[in-house]
């Protein structure tokens, strides 16, 4: 602990509780084999894109700052800010 008092307690904040997608997929873990939960940080740029592309997994994303504009096929555009968390 520092000089002149306590180490100050640790802290926690959910970011997300959720039992489907974004697009409404329900979560699930495989029935056979390991599951594999894998985390990343992926840096945008101003006015950078990923393309149009697919997942064969749910995602999970957690802006850190700035913001980002996602297009969900059949489901439309939708700008996710700083602080905002999604599956």
Not at 11 to 19: I, M, N, V
Not at 43 to 60: C, D, E
């Amino acid at each position: 602990p520092p000089t002149g008092g306590p180490a100050p307690r640790p802290t926690s904040r959910t970011l997300l509780e959720a039992t489907t997608t974004v697009a409404g997929e329900t979560l699930s873990l495989p029935r056979e084999g390991e599951a594999l939960v894998t985390s990343q940080v992926v840096t945008l740029g101003p006015g950078a894109s990923t393309r149009w592309h697919r997942h064969g997994v749910p995602t999970w994303g957690h802006i850190l700052s700035g913001e980002v504009e996602v297009e969900y096929a059949g489901l439309g555009r939708r700008t996710l800010k700083a602080g905002d968390t999604l599956m």
